[in-house]
């Protein structure tokens, strides 16, 4: 918004204050506002998570001694970045469900020493952990549901289990 008033400094305070307010306001009466008072556009899934919510008491089972291809998004409940990735990886796993891969969710505010074991000092923070393995990778890709498909594919491709092909032996 282009401030057009006076140049003192009580004015342009003022003027900032007022602005503040408005912006409270319209989030109070529409708490899914953005900026401005403009609705934040969220993309639609089914409304059922394909997302594996992980901790420190199911995450060696469903990761490490998974021979499926694991992508682990370590976030904060607070953290804006990681609001923003919801979605895409709720997208995402949805886009994923018969490939043989796992897309979790560690809450590192809560799974403290999980998420330091990995190194996670900023949120959200990515790992991809070949099928069976304990090491993991940095994934350092775009957080659009489209990237984290592609790369999860590249991954199984790469270091995966092979996809069963069905070989036609008569008519």
């Given at each position: 918004?282009?401030y057009?008033?006076e140049?003192?400094?009580?004015?342009m305070?003022?003027?900032?204050t007022?602005?503040l307010v408005?912006?409270?306001?319209a989030?109070?009466a529409n708490?899914?506002a953005?900026?401005?008072g403009q609705?934040?556009?969220?993309?639609?899934?089914?409304g059922?998570?394909?997302?594996?919510?992980?901790?420190?008491?199911?995450?060696?089972?469903r990761?490490?001694d998974?021979p499926?291809?694991s992508m682990?998004a370590?976030?904060?409940?607070w953290?804006g970045?990681?609001k923003?990735l919801l979605?895409e990886?709720?997208e995402?796993?949805?886009k994923l469900?018969n490939?043989?891969?796992?897309?979790?969710?560690?809450?590192a505010?809560?799974?403290k020493e999980?998420?330091?074991?990995?190194g996670?000092?900023g949120?959200?923070?990515?790992?991809?952990?070949?099928g069976?393995k304990s090491e993991?990778t940095?994934y350092?890709?775009?957080?659009t549901?489209?990237?984290?498909?592609?790369?999860?594919?590249?991954e199984v491709?790469r270091?995966?289990i092979p996809?069963?092909?069905?070989e036609l032996?008569?008519s």
């Amino acid at each position: 918004k282009e401030y057009k008033g006076e140049r003192s400094l009580q004015e342009m305070v003022s003027a900032l204050t007022d602005e503040l307010v408005a912006v409270i306001n319209a989030r109070q009466a529409n708490p899914n506002a953005g900026a401005g008072g403009q609705p934040h556009k969220k993309k639609k899934t089914s409304g059922k998570t394909h997302v594996v919510n992980l901790g420190s008491d199911n995450f060696q089972e469903r990761v490490l001694d998974n021979p499926q291809v694991s992508m682990v998004a370590f976030v904060a409940p607070w953290c804006g970045h990681c609001k923003q990735l919801l979605p895409e990886w709720e997208e995402a796993a949805e886009k994923l469900l018969n490939e043989n891969v796992l897309l979790g969710l560690v809450d590192a505010t809560v799974e403290k020493e999980l998420a330091q074991s990995y190194g996670v000092s900023g949120y959200p923070t990515i790992k991809i952990f070949s099928g069976g393995k304990s090491e993991a990778t940095d994934y350092q890709g775009q957080r659009t549901a489209s990237a984290i498909v592609k790369a999860i594919l590249d991954e199984v491709d790469r270091t995966g289990i092979p996809k069963k092909v069905e070989e036609l032996t008569n008519s």
